[in-house]
């Protein structure tokens, strides 16, 4: 038996918040301590689990790298295939670039451009925080030029402040700690 009702109540336990990290002015909220407890990382997967479902995935998109964590542990669960979402220069060539903006800087992801077939497929996009939302629409620009659909984001925490949800209005958002 899990001793977490619910995930918003295993992140509000384990969560460790750490102040200028990576910028001075940042508060970076660590998921470490939730992946490392067992109850805390079940009730968070089955919670994103459950999220995908309801948006019909057809595969996961897990965003590098917290996301490739908990994206592959959703995709296990639903027994759909999980796609690995990586920063730029992590994949050999060919790959498809990305480039985006992050609250303290830029940075790109890619995909490999051949070895998969995503046409058709629904995806839905899994992370660990939405913050300006970067990271998923860079993602979702490089599945569908794939010929895939995104048909939903589902992330673990959402830093409202930042206006991330805003960027992603035309797909539907599930924050499970809200």
Same mark, same amino acid.
């Given at each position: 038996m899990n001793r977490y009702g619910s995930a918003r109540e295993a992140l509000a336990a384990r969560i460790r918040y750490v102040q200028d990290w990576p910028e001075e002015g940042i508060l970076f909220e660590d998921l470490?301590?939730?992946? $490392? /407890? !067992?109850?805390?990382?079940? #009730? @968070?997967? /089955?919670?994103?689990? /459950? $999220?995908?479902v309801r948006?019909?995935?057809?595969? #996961?998109?897990?965003l590098d790298a917290r996301g490739f964590l908990?994206?592959? !542990?959703? !995709?296990?669960?639903?027994?759909?295939? @999980?796609? $690995? #979402?990586?920063?730029k220069g992590k994949l050999p060539p060919p790959v498809i670039t990305e480039a985006y903006s992050l609250e303290y800087g830029t940075a790109a992801l890619e995909i490999? !451009? /051949?070895?998969?077939d995503l046409a058709g497929v629904k995806v839905v996009l899994v992370d660990d925080v939405l913050a300006t939302g970067g990271t998923l629409v860079a993602a979702r620009k490089l599945i569908e030029q794939c010929g895939a659909e995104v048909v939903g984001n589902v992330v673990v925490l959402e830093v409202a402040e930042l206006g991330g949800r805003e960027r992603l209005s035309d797909r539907p958002l599930v924050v499970i700690n809200e």
């Open positions: 470490t301590p939730v992946l $490392a /407890d !067992a109850d805390a990382f079940q #009730i @968070v997967v /089955d919670e994103l689990a /459950d $999220a995908c948006l019909n995935a057809g595969m #996961i998109g897990g908990l994206g592959s !542990a959703v !995709a296990y669960k639903l027994g759909l295939g @999980v796609l $690995a #979402i990586r920063k490999p !451009a /051949d070895g998969q």
